[in-house]
């Protein structure tokens, strides 16, 4: 075989590595056995309508989704705020300051995960959403202040001015000028901080009180009482959910770009 | 919001630090008093200083053997990644546009795609009546289904499927940076394909790999999620067993010591590394 062929016969398995636990886990989901097992045995829906109408399942991605949300806006504001001031070197010390902003994501998530567990169980705040809530922004604002720092840099800062110049005062000219151009970066990074916060375990496990699940975290936590299809079937839609939001973010966005 | 407007500024980094100070700087220090008591099972934390939790993450067999598997899931993972990973970004940096976004596609997909979802993927694939036993049991190979999970086997594929996206993505803007003249004048000079690859292209890839291979190898270390779903309760490592420290044995010393070796040995790679890489940036 010729080395080019080789190498793209080792590359075309390597993609295909990356995309079989996916498509195994879809393939799961249609299972008729009340057992998990590849290939699947039978072919049925049974298993989706059984965790539609599961209301701990309901209840777990209602918590995920609104934490998600509530922790990407609470993320984009500070992170926002927070490059401004980085980017336009507004204070002394703006190298410490995106050192700071950027540590969450150099400390192993557990460790941060039992750290807050400990935190909020002497100041009072073990079980609270508030709490989730907070430690969901700090983990999400790392990827909101790089990516507002990369829309920042690319903005020229003659365009400003030259709403300055035009009678703008700094806000107008920021909310008129500059917000529009860093939008599609804004966009990108919130889109990446829904998913991490989505995808969050090493730190949600140890901050929910004992009624709250997230989707990730029950599906972690049912694993270890057994797997039966339902678990696929629950997967089987995140997967989809994920696949469509790409597809979005990568026409509105160029998402590709920001990774 | 002049240069010179120091309220203005403090009011927009103000927000941010004080979420970082509260949430994130506070708890990890208070962290610290806590490692250094001791654990009695029973009557809980005792008001007695001790460095025992720290010692006995070297001195104790067991933690020995946690530690030391870390550190060997780290340097497998790492090293599968980038065997499997530089061939696909070499051929993704090589490719025509076109093809390059779709498979940067391809790469990025399962990396956004729920972490808890991937490694159930890989249960899927490797429990016993995952897959792969299937499918080795209907071609006559096995009789009885092999373990493919609760052990290393499982935890190391689970985890290099995981973090092979990041080596990826970290490789192809290094090999499209390496300017083709290069190579193609060590072609004139009647160097062979692979000898090409191996005294041009590699070598100066090696800033990518080394970035990748650093992200990778901490990302692994560091894992809870996918070693506690493939590796069970039984085949530990250190973040799973800080896991268990905190919401099972409860004993908190000895996890938040646990915590800390952990971050020592994370921040000590990143910073070696990125000497290393200064150190050669500095000589190109």
Redesign the interface.
């Known amino acids: 075989m010729k080395?080019g062929r080789l190498?793209?016969t080792?590359?075309f398995g390597?993609?295909a590595?990356?995309?079989?636990?996916?498509l195994?886990?879809v393939l799961?989901a249609f299972s008729k056995t009340a057992?998990?097992?590849?290939?699947p045995r039978g072919l049925t829906l049974h298993w989706f309508e059984v965790v539609l109408r599961d209301a701990d399942y309901l209840s777990a991605a209602w918590t995920s989704l609104w934490l998600a949300a509530a922790a990407t806006a609470g993320a984009l504001?500070?992170?926002l705020?927070?490059a401004?001031?980085i980017h336009?070197?507004?204070?002394p010390g703006a190298e410490a300051?995106s050192a700071?902003?950027m540590?969450?994501l150099?400390?192993?998530?557990?460790?941060?995960g039992?750290?807050?567990?400990?935190?909020y169980t002497?100041t009072g705040l073990r079980g609270h959403s508030a709490g989730l809530w907070?430690?969901h922004?700090?983990i999400t604002?790392p990827y909101v202040v790089r990516a507002a720092l990369a829309g920042l840099t690319a903005v020229d800062p003659a365009v400003e001015d030259a709403a300055r110049v035009l009678g703008a005062d700094?806000?107008t000219g920021?909310r008129l000028v500059t917000l529009p151009l860093v939008t599609p970066a804004l966009v990108a990074g919130g889109l990446f901080a829904f998913?991490t916060s989505?995808?969050n375990?090493?730190v949600t496990?140890?901050l929910l009180s004992a009624s709250q699940n997230t989707?990730?975290v029950k599906?972690?936590t049912s694993?270890?009482h057994g797997?039966d299809p339902g678990?696929?079937a629950v997967?089987t839609l995140?997967?989809l959910a994920?696949?469509a939001?790409?597809v979005l973010a990568?026409r509105f966005t160029g998402f590709?770009r920001y990774? | 919001m002049s240069r010179s407007n120091t309220p203005a500024a403090l009011s927009l980094v103000t927000p941010a630090l004080a979420l970082l100070v509260l949430v994130f700087v506070a708890p990890v220090l208070l962290m610290l008093p806590l490692s250094l008591h001791e654990y009695v099972a029973g009557t809980g934390i005792s008001p007695r200083w001790t460095l025992a939790n720290y010692t006995q993450v070297f001195s104790d067999e067991y933690y020995r053997e946690v530690v030391a598997r870390t550190l060997q899931l780290g340097f497998g993972v790492t090293g599968l990644c980038l065997l499997l990973g530089y061939p696909l970004a070499l051929t993704m940096a090589r490719s025509t546009p076109r093809l390059r976004f779709w498979l940067t596609m391809l790469v990025i997909f399962p990396m956004l795609l729920n972490l808890v979802v991937r490694s159930f993927g890989w249960i899927a694939l490797l429990a016993n009546r995952g897959l792969v036993n299937n499918l080795l049991i209907d071609s006559g190979l096995i009789e009885r289904p092999i373990k493919l999970m609760f052990n290393l086997t499982g935890v190391w594929l689970g985890m290099t499927h995981i973090f092979l996206p990041f080596m990826v993505l970290m490789l192809v803007p290094v090999i499209q940076a390496i300017p083709r003249d290069v190579e193609e004048a060590a072609c004139t000079l009647a160097a062979s394909r692979p000898r090409v690859f191996w005294s041009v292209t590699l070598p100066l890839s090696a800033p990518g790999i080394l970035s990748g291979s650093i992200l990778v190898f901490v990302l692994t270390i560091s894992a809870l999620v996918t070693p506690r779903m493939l590796g069970g309760p039984t085949y530990k490592v250190m973040a799973t067993l800080i896991y268990d420290d905190f919401l099972q044995t409860l004993d908190w010393p000895a996890g938040a010591a646990l915590s800390f070796v952990l971050t020592a040995m994370t921040l000590a790679i990143i910073a070696v590394s990125s000497r290393l890489l200064r150190h050669w940036g500095g000589q190109a």
């Open positions: 080395p190498l793209g080792v590359a390597v993609i590595f990356l995309q079989i636990p996916v195994v886990v799961a057992y998990l097992t590849i290939p504001v500070l992170g705020a927070l401004l001031a336009r070197r507004l204070l300051l700071i902003a540590a969450p150099v400390l192993p998530s557990v460790v941060l039992v750290a807050l567990l400990q935190y002497l907070l430690a922004v700090v604002l700094g806000l920021f998913i989505l995808d375990v090493p496990v140890f989707l990730p599906i972690f694993v270890e797997v678990v696929a997967s995140l997967i994920t696949g939001a790409l990568e590709h990774v």
